[in-house]
Nanobody, 128 residues
Framework: QVRLVESGGGSVQAEGSLRLSCVASGYTYATNCVGWFRQGPGKEREVVAVKYPTKGITHYTESVKGRFTISYDDPRNTWYLEMTSLKPEDSAMYYC?????????????????????WGQGTQVTVSS
């Protein structure tokens, strides 16, 4: 059974940095995609960044481009979200996710429902 566990959230002031980690266990195959999503109070869950490890492709939502970096450590089955120049609007619960429905089957990296595995979430709070 695949399990994802996030860590690294916390409270920082604006312009600060945080690094989130997601450790996956239970995999017997290589995941096709790993990602980070976030959900603020009263908002829908939205994609932040995804990475296709074997293809070497990454995608970011527009608001975090240039500030956030997703990376993947294959031997450790761990992925990270390096967040810099944080803004109050980045405050949210951050979730890691893995295994997306392939695009050839109608899946989308932007759509949370297309990801199979999820972590429990880690809170990020950015104060002004």
């Amino acid at each position: 059974q695949v399990r994802l566990v996030e860590s690294g959230g916390g409270s920082v002031q604006a312009e600060g940095s945080l690094r989130l980690s997601c450790v996956a266990s239970g995999y017997t195959y290589a995941t096709n995609c790993v990602g980070w999503f976030r959900q603020g109070p009263g908002k829908e869950r939205e994609v932040v960044a995804v990475k296709y490890p074997t293809k070497g492709i990454t995608h970011y939502t527009e608001s975090v481009k240039g500030r956030f970096t997703i990376s993947y450590d294959d031997p450790r089955n761990t992925w990270y979200l390096e967040m810099t120049s944080l803004k109050p609007e980045d405050s949210a619960m951050y979730y890691c996710a893995a295994d997306v429905v392939p695009t050839e089957y109608g899946g989308s990296w932007r759509r949370p429902a297309d990801f199979t595995y999820w972590g429990q979430g880690t809170q990020v709070t950015v104060s002004s």
